[in-house]
């Protein structure tokens, strides 16, 4: 997470800057994240784009509910928290 911080700060200072002065920043961003000048470049131009983020289908089941019957007696006997969240398809 520091270094996602550090992309973010330099971000702004990149673009405002001239070129011998976005070396400088680039030189000092990855002897602070210890990333290569590629690596470190890419990370700033992502950090300058919005990311779209999709949701995702559900999983189908993967067990049956003769499985999962087991499985909630076996976490009863055991003293394991509820697993009343779990969905089992009849």
């Not at 690596?39 to 779209?52: D, E, F, G, I, N």
């Not at 499985?67 to 003293?79: P, R």
């Amino acid at each position: 997470m520091a270094k996602r911080k550090a992309v973010e700060d330099d971000r702004g200072r990149l673009h405002a800057g001239r070129k011998v002065a976005k070396g400088i920043i680039l030189d000092d961003l990855c002897r602070t994240t210890g990333w290569n000048r590629d690596h470190t470049r890419k990370a700033l131009r992502m950090a300058s784009t919005p990311r779209v983020v999709t949701t995702r289908a559900p999983r189908a089941a993967k067990y049956g509910p003769k499985v999962i019957a087991a499985l909630v007696f076996c976490w009863a006997v055991l003293g394991v928290a509820s697993a009343s969240h779990l969905h089992c398809p009849s």
